[in-house]
């Protein structure tokens, strides 16, 4: 509407004027406020917006000094921490990282600092370290520290948290979008419980579902079937716990064998205690795969794991899903945020599982091209697949060109090139 244009011109005439620090603000207060009223949708926006800017932001920032300066800055809230890191080349901003922290040990910010810089500067392989690093926090307790980094970078180092000039202007504007950062992460982190606090209250559940997984199953007419589990945690991807189930025998070509396959295989590790169990299991299929995974949980005796159904409606379109619990079909509003949060779940479960249908596929036609040929074993295959890149280069390729990967033979390089083509 009209106010919202006026507010538009507004800010753009602060921005013009060299007021960014008052627009970032603006934008902050909007995302915030926006949270507060559940316009999650709009406080996203606010929050790519308050990005954008600190990106033009960063490109103003050029001066005539020469030094070469790593500024960090802390912000905390809540137990969540970030650390705004800023980073000074010859007078120039180079970039910016925003790296968060979880202040699990309720460490005071000095120290939260130093353990920060002691990760950053000596916990990994070797990067570009300057002489001097700006902090916003830092206490009296830099000595260990500094000479530890000295010893390791061979040079001098000071650490600054008093600066004045351009650097006292770096300093500020670190913490300035530290604080931002923290604000949209904790704004993200307020929509992803509200999504979870949404599903619960929708499937009467009596605790958050903070651990979700979801199954899929693809293949292509029963070649290279792929079932996927994939994890959320807090409402929000966890892929270090992603896995892939190859399912083959008779099962491979049949939907419901091969989710029973990947489950048994899942929740017996669940139930020998390598992975922990979830608090709702989500399937992507109808009534037919709820039942199978109904009977297979009820098999190993895992009964404290909540099922559900997830399927495409008649429409096959996104907000029109259909959801089955115990047998039963359940309503779920389609723009809700529990709808949104199971569609983003059966969403990333798709994903894993085709990507890891094509590899596999792509995998077994390279094997069968080259199979069968005297003198082409696997290692052989693998260096022919490494040196053209697939299949379809070897085929390519002429029999002079064959001779060049390490062990082919001229008497090899004829048989695979008569085979082939």
């Known amino acids: 509407g009209s106010e919202q244009y006026d507010e538009a011109v507004k800010l753009a005439i602060m921005f013009l004027n060299g007021k960014s620090s008052n627009v970032l603000k603006a934008f902050q207060e909007n995302m915030e406020r926006a949270s507060a009223n559940l316009e999650f949708e709009l406080a996203a926006q606010w929050r790519d917006r308050l990005s954008q800017l600190q990106k ?23 137990g969540k921490a970030v650390v705004q890191g800023l980073f000074v080349r010859t007078g120039r901003v180079l970039g910016q990282k925003s790296f968060q922290l979880e202040n699990q040990l309720s460490l005071g910010s000095d120290q939260l600092m130093l353990e920060f810089l002691s990760q950053y500067f000596l ?3 070797e990067i570009d370290c300057p002489d001097k690093i700006v902090v916003s926090h830092c206490g009296k307790e830099t000595g ?32 300035e979008n530290a604080e931002l950062n923290l604000a949209s992460h904790l704004q993200k982190r307020a929509h992803q419980r509200a999504k979870l606090l949404d599903l619960q209250e929708t499937l009467r559940l009596e605790a958050l579902p903070m651990r979700i997984e979801c199954f899929d199953i693809s293949h292509s007419s029963g070649e290279a079937t792929v079932a996927s589990c994939v994890v959320f945690e807090a ?13 083959s025998g008779e099962q491979a070509g049949d939907d419901y064998g091969a989710l029973r396959q990947a489950l048994i295989r899942r929740y017996q590790r669940i139930k020998n205690g390598e992975v922990s169990y979830p608090d709702l299991l ?4 109808g009534k037919g795969q709820l039942t199978v995974a109904q009977a297979v949980l009820k098999e190993l005796g895992v009964d404290s794991v909540k099922i559900m159904g997830i399927s495409k409606g008649p429409a096959r379109k ?13 309503s779920i509003k389609g723009g809700s945020l529990a709808s949104h949060l199971l569609q983003q779940l059966r969403d990333e479960a798709h994903r894993f599982a085709i990507t890891g249908h094509r590899q596999r596929r792509a995998r077994a036609r390279n094997r069968s091209d080259l199979e069968g040929i005297p003198g082409i074993g696997s290692k052989k295959r693998k260096e022919l697949l490494l040196h053209f890149g697939s299949a379809k280069g070897i085929k390519g390729a002429s029999q002079e060109e064959l001779l060049k990967v390490p062990g082919i033979s001229k008497k090899l390089a004829r048989e695979v090139y008569n085979r082939i083509n």
């Open 56 to 78: 033009v932001q960063e490109q103003q920032y050029v001066h005539r000094s020469s030094g070469d300066v790593d500024v960090f800055a802390l912000a905390e809230q809540e």
């Open 123 to 125: 916990a990994q392989d």
């Open 144 to 175: 260990p520290l500094i000479s530890a980094i000295e010893k390791r970078y061979s040079k001098k180092l000071l650490i600054l948290s008093r600066v004045r000039s351009e650097r006292a202007r770096w300093l500020a504007m670190a913490v």
């Open 235 to 247: 409402g929000q991807a966890a892929n270090s716990y992603y896995r892939r189930f190859n399912i």
């Open 282 to 285: 989500l399937i992507d299929g």
């Open 318 to 330: 996104a907000g029109h899903e259909r959801y089955f619990v115990e047998g039963q079909e359940i």
